[in-house]
């Protein structure tokens, strides 16, 4: 349910499951504005002060279409050095049209304002927000800014997709993250069509967890590097967010298809052998075979390597690009996957 003073429809505030009809009142408020059909409008949505004064906000743009449909969000750099969702997300907003929009997006480009600015995954308190949700009004400011974007943003919606990339210098083939167990979740991760539909439990903390916690449904993309923009994931990353809006019925424009994705249940990191400087020798998006060689290992000064092998065979979903490694370092991740979805 959204809270009192939360962004939503006067009237019908409930939260209902993904593709249920939902009635929308007349007025809708984000933030404190209201915000007429057929419009986009910014909405800065206060969260805390700088130390020398100004406040920073969760900048926030509101499309409502001219006619009632799903109202979903887009986020990105909840991790703050994750920036390919922030050019999908504004990429999908030179496309979109609130004229011809069926029911409401709300775009949250840059959720962790503070690790943007410090080109840092986490906040200035060293807190990583994705493990600080469903957060609060009060506490850390972790906690904070995670409660106000679950009360301002996330409800009153029904769906999410919140946007990542790798991390720690890992590169990752676009793929998309959510429970395949569950239909609706399943049905929009096919919709959106990313080379990689993996099962993932939730974790404690995140966005995609407090969602869930409420009913409401998230699809988490992943793609490419932290602090990059990566050509092909973004593609990947805005032609999907397209086809789920087609899906959901609130854009009629044709999204062009997808691929298949490719089915995955279980992945394996592969962990360096020794530490040493690593040589990768496959690709992102690689079909490798069990034992393949996937690299190797070796010293400053050449001689004898240690080659790093596939446990399993699958498809090469992440690589880690900093050729800097130490034994046990996750270097490879192989996913198993099947071809089409049963
Ligand atoms: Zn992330």
């Not at 799903?70 to 986020?75: G, V």
């Not at 703050?80 to 997006?105: A, C, F, W, Y």
């Not at 503070?114 to 600080?132: A, C, I, V």
């Not at 429970?179 to 995609?208: I, K, Q």
Request: hydrophobic share 40%; proline share 5%; charged share 25%.
């Amino acid at each position: 349910m959204a809270q009192a003073g939360s962004a939503g429809w006067e009237g019908d505030l409930s939260v209902k499951p993904v593709g249920a009809k939902r009635r929308q009142a007349q007025v809708l408020t984000v933030g404190g504005v209201r915000i007429r059909r057929g419009s986009a409008v910014r909405v800065d949505i206060p969260v805390s002060g700088l130390p020398v004064g100004p406040e920073v906000t969760l900048p926030c743009m509101v499309l409502r279409g001219s006619n009632d449909g799903p109202r979903i969000w887009l986020s990105a750099a909840i991790h703050g050095d994750e920036l390919n969702g922030i050019e999908i997300i504004s990429r999908v907003l030179e496309r979109l049209k609130p004229r011809q929009l069926t029911g409401t997006l709300l775009a949250v480009p840059t959720v962790n304002v503070f690790g943007l600015l410090h080109e840092d995954r986490y906040l200035p308190d060293r807190r990583d927000l994705n493990r600080s949700f469903p957060g609060g009004t009060g506490g850390s400011l972790a906690r904070r800014l995670a409660g106000t974007l679950l009360s301002e943003v996330v409800n009153g919606c029904s769906f999410g997709i919140d946007l990542h990339t790798g991390s720690g210098g890992r590169d990752n083939l676009g793929q998309i993250r959510c429970d395949l167990d569950d239909p609706e979740a399943r049905r929009l991760g096919e919709a959106f069509g990313a080379p990689v539909l993996m099962h993932a439990r939730t974790r404690d903390g995140s966005l995609r967890a407090a969602a869930a916690d409420r009913g409401v449904g998230v699809l988490v993309y992943e793609g490419g590097q932290a602090l990059r923009f990566d050509e092909a994931p973004i593609r990947q990353g805005v032609a999907g967010v397209m086809r789920v809006l087609a899906e959901l019925g609130m854009w009629a424009e044709e999204a062009a298809r997808g691929v298949p994705s490719l089915l995955c249940r279980r992945s394996t990191w592969e962990r360096a052998p020794r530490a040493g400087f690593a040589r990768i020798t496959v690709e992102l998006g690689e079909r490798v075979k069990q034992g393949q060689r996937l690299g190797c290992v070796a010293g400053p000064f050449g001689g004898r390597s240690s080659a790093l092998k596939a446990r399993n065979a699958g498809v090469v979903l992440g690589i880690a690009r900093n050729p800097v490694v130490y034994q046990g370092d996750a270097i490879v991740h192989v996913g198993q996957v099947r071809d089409g979805l049963p």
